[in-house]
T-cell receptor, first 116, second 111 residues
């Protein structure tokens, strides 16, 4: 069982809907990540939060809006998405925003998002 | 340009066979991680290699980091159907956050 919990597991939404993806970890990790993964492809980094502050935005369209309400929670707010945004959205966390070799990223099982 | 070249992209073998997956780059990495991802799940970290020439074993899986820290390999001995999944290598170039992923190897082990 993964220690990073993502909800919902599946989400179907229309292009005009507003929805949110949620991620939770209770490992005391201070860095949290959002990735997008298309089928049989590697994950692509979207956002990084370090100590609840946005550290990296990989030029993600504004229809994706991240939020980190506290050190355990990470949200991804979705609005006016396009069909090409259909993908698996993965959340990950690591202990400290330090050297990756000492601070491996732990992934959740993702939210499978389908845009109609 | 793909920073981490992973090969093969697809591999279908019979139970009991051995296999090797390669991850190559012209760049030096501070560390390299191997993940396995099963359908409907997130990637699960298998190992992190840090030192050039390092070899790590995890049951039937052997991971090697190249001397120059530019390449890595994953060798599976006597593959089992439970080894089926997407194997991802991911390198860290010392940026604190960013992992550079290879394109992945989709392994199918047939009973």
């Amino acid at each position: 069982d993964t220690e990073v919990t993502q909800t919902p597991k599946h989400l179907v939404m229309g292009m005009t809907n507003k929805k949110s993806l949620k991620c939770e970890q209770h490992m005391g990790h201070r860095a949290m990540y959002w990735y997008k993964q298309k089928a049989k492809k590697p994950p692509e980094l979207m956002f990084v939060y370090s100590y609840e502050k946005l550290s990296i935005n990989e030029s993600v369209p504004s229809r994706f809006s991240p939020e980190c309400p506290n050190s355990s929670l990470l949200n991804l707010h979705l609005h006016a998405l396009q069909p090409e945004d259909s993908a698996l959205y993965l959340c990950a966390s690591s202990q400290e925003p330090g050297q990756i070799s000492n601070q491996p990223q732990h992934f959740g099982d993702g939210t499978r998002l389908s845009i109609l | 340009t793909q920073l981490l070249e992973q090969s093969p992209q697809f591999l279908s073998i019979q139970e009991g066979e051995n296999l090797t997956v390669y991850c190559n780059s012209s760049s030096v990495f501070s560390s390299l991680q191997w993940y396995r991802q099963e359908p409907g799940e997130g990637p699960v970290l298998l190992v992190t290699v840090v030192t050039g020439g390092e070899v790590k074993k995890l049951k039937r899986l052997t991971f090697q980091f190249g001397d120059a820290r530019k390449d890595s390999s994953l060798h599976i001995t006597a593959a089992q159907p439970g080894d089926t999944g997407l194997y991802l290598c991911a390198g860290d170039r010392g940026s604190n956050y960013k992992l550079t992923f290879g394109k992945g190897t989709l392994l199918t082990v047939n009973p």
